[in-house]
């Protein structure tokens, strides 16, 4: 099996490709790693292949703070320069520069 290489990194600021949402990458998974009931409840047309790899983010819309799971072919390089709003994104980055967090020590243990 070929290894993938994830595009983005984490502390990147990304937005989704179809929704209004937005958000900075704090994990990220080789290929597909959540259930099928959550991969099924995708609508058939957007529904991304599981062989590539996804990314956990801390997400932002218009009215809210969640956790998103997106696969790569989904994600788009946010170039607002604006910072990430949810309430979790002090906790684990530092300063923000050119769309990319700065990853604090205490993540990486």
Do not use: C
Request: net charge negative; charged share 25%; proline share 7%.
């Amino acid at each position: 099996m070929d290894d993938k290489i994830a595009k983005f990194r984490i502390g990147q600021v990304v937005r989704h490709r179809i929704y209004p949402f937005r958000g900075v990458i704090f994990d990220v998974d080789p290929v597909f790693n959540s259930t099928e009931e959550w991969w099924q409840s995708i609508p058939e047309d957007v529904r991304p292949r599981k062989d590539q790899p996804f990314y956990h983010l801390l997400a932002e819309n218009e009215s809210s703070t969640y956790i998103a799971y997106v696969s790569e072919q989904n994600l788009l390089v946010d170039e607002s320069g604006e910072p990430v709003q949810h309430p979790q994104v002090p906790d684990l980055f530092g300063e923000l520069q050119a769309g990319q967090y700065a990853v604090l020590d205490s993540m990486l243990h």
